[in-house]
């Protein structure tokens, strides 16, 4: 299972564009509410969540993907489950992706290590160890990030290539008008 993981102050856009398109896909994809099993965005959109953090069995993760938002991202950051997820995915080559706020979590940990990443501006100094890059969407081996809720839909286009093929992320697009 694909996890997105929603805590309080989560930014909507960044959140469910991904559940969304990769539910286009026909990829299994669960929202894991950290705050509970309703969380609500940094906008005022309650989500219900598919299942709560407690109930996760880090087995069945197969990538994780984190919303930025504020004190959404903060809020994930606090979360034992979120860094314990995050860090087998990491371990086990498996896809983490972040968005807008959320790469300082990856950055936090140590996992950008050397690698090529971007972010909301004005956090590329919480990307400790990465290599700032100027672009929507960067993708460095199994981590993929992105700078905000404007580049929600390259975001999801990347991890739907990422989890299926470009031809899927092409027809995704076609599918739903986008245009660049």
Known sequence: MICVFLA?????VEALTPVDFLRRCELDVK???VSGPVAVG???IAVACDLVAEELDLSQVEAVILPGGMPGTLNLE???VVHQAVQACYDQGKIVAAICAAPSVLGHMG???GKKAVCFPGFEDQLLGAEYQDAPVVRDGNIITSKGAGTA???AFALAEAFCSAERARVLREGIQWQA
């Open 8 to 12: 309080n102050g989560f930014e909507e």
């Open 31 to 33: 929202m894991v509410g």
């Open 42 to 44: 940094s906008h005022g």
């Open 78 to 80: 606090a979360s034992d």
């Open 111 to 113: 996992l950008l290590e």
């Open 153 to 155: 839909s390259q975001f």
